[in-house]
């Protein structure tokens, strides 16, 4: 079993910028994917970012590109979120995942909130 744990949320300003982790632990971990999603009250979960795990290829969503940046540490077992330039419409709580590479999320963490003030 493969746990993901999220931290670096909190509140923020508008413009302001957060690093947001995932660490994951249990048997031995070697995805093929990492992503970021995140969910606003009242809204569905979206995609936000991933990157996989070997080649450290991205892929983000439109609204985050050129804000946000995914990233990797192998030997941490860790996954990174830089949010910059932040707005009150990202506001929502960020969870991570993992996916072997079937097409589905195998791994979820719980969640870490983010909020970002005007």
């Known amino acids: 079993q493969v746990q993901l744990v999220e931290s670096g949320g909190g509140l923020v300003q508008a413009g302001g910028s957060l690093r947001l982790s995932c660490t994951a632990s249990g048997r031995t971990f070697s995805p093929y994917t990492m992503g970021w999603f995140r969910q606003a009250p009242g809204k569905e979960r979206e995609f936000v970012a991933r990157i996989t795990w070997s080649g450290g290829v991205t892929l983000y969503a439109d609204f985050v590109k050129g804000r946000f940046t995914i990233s990797k540490d192998n030997a941490k077992n860790t996954v990174y979120l830089q949010m910059n330039s932040l707005k009150p419409e990202d506001t929502a709580v960020y969870s991570c995942?993992?996916?072997?590479?079937?097409?589905?999320?195998?791994?979820w963490g719980q969640g870490t909130q983010v909020t970002v003030s005007l």
């Open positions: 995942a993992s996916s072997s590479g079937s097409g589905s999320w195998n791994y």
